[in-house]
């Protein structure tokens, strides 16, 4: 095969992967993982079976492939702006609002840009934050975890007096709350109904729930001790007594 067949074929190729990928990324938004099927994605894509099975092998590997089509560059570019804040820094702790911003802004992006699926992306983010296979949450936990990790960081330094466990929780609801929030199918919509005129929904979004999210961070330590002990009391029935 010369190279012009071999570029024609590979384009071919390339063509009938994203179509699939496409496909699947609608269905899989509308329906979730379980009750979507293969058959259905391979009649959205107008492709065989065949061809799903040789490009990604299974329905979970397809799945998969259609979130880290989105996820890597998203989160790319989320750590490439906290680097760039924390260069400007000079290594002095950035607030929690830049953080979150970091954060926030290129999930925003992506969810403008239909081209890289927009806020239907999102919501399929969302559902697969929800969904209750086993597979899906170790993924997402093994995609997430080397931007989770960095962001961690930077929020120990900026708030050095939480506890690292205590950080974690905090970061846990914070991740929760801003899925929820950019997984909303009305947000966008939201955002121009609340200021019709405004062009930079970016920063509306930020204005309110960034604060929210910095609050949520910089809430006084709760205090456990009394559940802790509660915890440490024998329940009844122990030690060889019977409840009555």
Known sequence: MDMPQLRL??????????????????????HGFEA????????????????????????????????????????QERLALLDRLETD???QPLTCEAIIGAMIIPALTLARDKARGGKNFLRLTGRAYADPAPFIRQFLSHQYAPMIARFKA??????????????????????????????????????????PVATDNDELLLR?????????????????????????????????????
């Open 89 to 91: 820094a000079r290594d």
């Open 208 to 244: 309110r729930l960034g604060p929210f999210l910095v609050a949520g961070l910089q809430a006084p330590l709760a205090d456990l001790s009394e559940l802790s002990e509660l915890s440490a009391k024998p329940k009844a029935g122990r030690r060889g007594v019977r409840p009555a």
């Open 9 to 30: 074929v590979d384009s071919k190729t390339s063509v009938t992967k994203e179509k699939i990928l496409d496909a699947a990324e609608g269905l899989f938004m509308e």
């Open 36 to 75: 979507t099927g293969l058959r259905q994605i391979t009649a959205e894509a107008g492709v065989n079976l065949a061809a799903v099975n040789y490009h990604f092998g299974s329905k979970e590997e397809l799945f998969q492939a259609v979130l880290t089509r989105r996820l890597d560059p998203m989160n």
């Open 154 to 195: 930077a929020f120990g330094r900026t708030l050095p007096h939480l506890p690292a466990r205590e950080l974690s929780w905090r970061l846990h609801f914070l991740m929760g709350a801003l899925s929820y929030t950019l997984a909303g199918t009305d947000v966008l919509k939201l955002i121009s109904e609340l200021n």
